[in-house]
């Protein structure tokens, strides 16, 4: 009997939680990790991995009028905030350098 009625919204939840852990682990490699290190690309890999598991799995726990759609939605938020600020392991470009470059006629 327990085979023909399936929870699945409560397996939409637990890939809710599956995706925060794997996405701030992730997080975690790809800035504390220097950028030549293998474990960063997959790191950044895995991050982009879990924004997307995060945003298909809670629009499915919405879709079952779950809360953890909104605790996926808040996960993606922190997740890019934590991506895009900081010091860490990240590419970076120097624009001065460029305009430097450029003569001016």
């Known amino acids: 009997m327990f085979a023909s009625h399936p929870n699945f919204c409560g397996v939409f939840e637990m890939l809710v939680m ?3 852990t794997c996405g701030v682990m992730c997080l975690c490699l790809c800035r504390l990790m220097p950028k030549t290190s ?3 690309h ?3 890999v895995g991050f982009i991995a879990a924004v997307f598991g995060l945003g298909i ?3 499915l726990c919405g879709n079952h ?3 953890f759609a909104l605790f996926a939605g808040g996960t993606m938020t922190l997740l890019l905030i934590g991506m ?3 010091s860490g392991a990240t590419d970076n470009t ?3 350098s460029a305009l ?3 003569n001016a006629a």
Do not use: H, K, N, V
Request: proline content about 4%; some cysteine; aromatic content about 12%.
């Open 18 to 20: 599956f995706f925060q």
């Open 38 to 40: 293998p474990l960063c």
């Open 42 to 44: 997959w790191g950044r």
């Open 57 to 59: 799995s809670g629009a």
């Open 65 to 67: 009028d779950s809360e």
């Open 84 to 86: 895009t600020i900081g």
């Open 94 to 96: 120097d624009a001065a």
């Open 100 to 102: 430097a470059e450029a």
